[in-house]
């Protein structure tokens, strides 16, 4: 009997307890945020999903060697003013957001984004095709591009030449123990 009491008394207890903080917290403000409606601001340098600004990227393949895991794929027809780029894929299944790809892309083309929320049924779903295959091929010589009216890259100013530091002539003047006086 007097265990049925204090398990009516606990269970009224615990309750309360709960209640309690539950009112304490009632006129907070909340933490958490009313997904997916409202999102969370990333800091600037955030690494979300690697993007590829298609119009810029030239297929210099400069990504795909420096990716530690392999997970660019690149494909180009053709040579020199004749090179077409006609595949650029990310596999997200296997990127490890490193960011290396994107600190050493010339253009610029490559960034880490903000998106971080690609959930997916199916793991393939996750090799990401960036190029439309509506817009056919992207030509990746700087003249071509340039012909075709793609974005190409200005090009650096080059860095001046440093002025060459004086150099002193040599004195005919010696000392005049040098001189080969005789004593
Ligand atoms: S972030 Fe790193 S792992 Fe991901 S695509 Fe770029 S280089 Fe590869
Ligand atoms: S390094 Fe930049 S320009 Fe070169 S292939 Fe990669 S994304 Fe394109």
Redesign the pocket.
Known sequence: MGKYFADIFEAVTSVMKGMQISIKHIYKKPVTLQYPDHRQVLPERYRGFVH?DMT?????????KLCPVDC?Y?ESEGKGKERMMTR?AIDYNKCIWCSL?TE????G??TMSHDYDHSVYDRRSLVYEFMDPSEGVIPCHRGTRVDMGWWVEPKAEKPKPKPKPETETPSDDKPSDEKGVEN
């Open positions: 590829n810029k990227c030239d297929s210099c393949n400069i990504c795909a660019i690149i650029y790809c050493n892309c010339h253009t083309s490559i």
